[in-house]
């Protein structure tokens, strides 16, 4: 009886297995599909999520300079709040947060435009095939 189990354990294991690079294989096949067309969107999508981060990442390092050392940013013409570095950082902190969230947002959009197309092709094939 044992045997029998673990036989049918490595049998159902063996179609997970398959069923599972089965549905990669297929998933592959999609999105070389769909990587194909509009690659300069493509491009676009990934330089604004780039840039997205980068303007955080600039904005934390900036904010880290405004409490730390805010005689630099006098010297390049960012004046201080109320005399406070804490809200001049405070501010650049929100400023850039605000920026990556717009980037990432529009980075998204794009996305979502593109996968809309894809999806509208699918399903145009789907309710009118080919006639050949």
Known sequence: MHTLDRRFKRVGFCLKTIFRLSLSCKLIILLSD?????????TLVYVLRV???????SGIILAGVAIFSPNVLS????????GS?????????????LYTILF?????????????????KQLREFFVPDKK
Do not use: C, H, P
């Open 75 to 82: 010297t390049y013409g960012i004046q201080m709040t109320n």
């Open 104 to 120: 990432l947002a529009v980075a998204e959009q794009l996305m979502l435009m593109l996968s809309l197309e894809d999806n509208m």
């Open 85 to 97: 570095a804490w809200i001049t950082a405070l501010g650049i902190l929100l400023a850039s947060v």
């Open 51 to 57: 840039i997205g981060w980068l303007v955080f990442a």
């Open 34 to 42: 769909f990587m194909k067309k509009f690659k300069m969107l493509r």
